[in-house]
């Protein structure tokens, strides 16, 4: 009976994965339940137990995003952290390759739509990923390497909610200092690496989704206490009033737009 030998080099090469893909699964998992610490914080504790809550968050969102960034060259952090599994587009493919005569790397249930790997291209166990073949093939995509203006660039990307939450602290929430330091470093942020070429298909998307978030800006306060408030919901039962139908959307938008403002992750997140 054979020994297997592991390679020192590929125990490494696992290990180091292995920390990187916990690191995405918690900050995965931060993003996903931040919004229901901030209101359950805020129902046990107050305001003071909200504020701490949020501030812990965006700490140790922070610091698990730095040790991508620097540790691990993580490059242009995406977000969701971990992507989520396109069971459509897994299906297509598969049914793709089926047709063309070659062998079926996963198999879709009929009922669930579930997509699991067949037995025949089971990998090693020291290889194998539990996932499915699509997000073997996304971990498989090698960030594109940041130099030193790129790295800034996402250090105040990163440091962008600290610093907001640090200024709210300083001037308060009505003043207009924290909506425009926060404004400031995320423009300066996309500045920085709209130049950058050679990005991966996901890091594109990431910088026009960044792009995009910029629009939050009218809903955030001051500006959206101050100016965008009476215009959005003016704006929105002009369309309820005059277009019929539209109020089955636009009347519980406007219920529901003051709650979601007030969400600090919803707006600021």
């Keep these: 009976m054979g ?11 696992q290990s180091w994965s292995l920390s990187h893909q916990k690191l995405l699964t918690w900050l995965s998992v931060l993003e996903c339940v931040e919004v229901f ?22 700490l140790a969102k922070a610091v698990l995003r730095m040790f991508l960034l620097i540790w691990f060259k993580a490059g242009l952090q995406t977000s969701p952290p ?17 047709s063309a005569g070659s062998q079926e790397q996963s198999y879709v249930g009929k009922r ?31 960030p594109t390497p940041l130099g030193l203006q790129e790295t800034i660039a996402e250090s105040l990307y990163i440091a962008r909610p600290l610093l907001h939450l640090l200024s709210l ?7 207009w200092t924290p909506w425009l330091l926060s404004g400031v470093v995320d423009v300066t942020s996309l500045s920085l690496l709209s130049d950058r070429k050679g ?7 990431e910088l026009r989704r960044r792009t995009t978030l910029l629009l939050y800006y009218l809903l955030r306060s001051p500006f959206y206490d101050r100016f965008s408030e009476a215009k959005i919901l003016f704006l929105l039962q002009l369309l309820a009033d005059h277009i019929p139908g539209i109020g089955l959307v636009t009347r519980p938008l406007m219920d529901y737009l003051p709650n979601w403002q007030k969400i600090y992750f919803y707006s600021w997140g």
Aim: charged share 20%; aromatic share 4%; proline share 4%.
């Design 112 to 142: 669930s739509n579930r997509v699991v790997r067949t037995l025949q291209n089971t990998p090693s166990l020291h290889s194998r990923h539990w996932g499915a073949p699509q997000q073997r093939e996304e971990l498989g995509v090698t």
């Design 37 to 58: 610490m901030e209101m359950g914080a805020t129902k046990v504790w107050g305001e003071v137990g909200r504020w701490l809550v949020i501030a812990l968050i965006q």
């Design 169 to 175: 602290g300083l001037w308060g929430q009505r003043s």
């Design 199 to 205: 990005l991966t298909r996901r890091e594109r998307l």
């Design 82 to 98: 971990i992507v989520p599994l396109d069971r459509e587009t897994q299906a297509q493919s598969q049914d793709g390759d089926h």
């Design 3 to 13: 020994v297997q030998v592991v390679s020192p080099i590929r125990t490494s090469c």
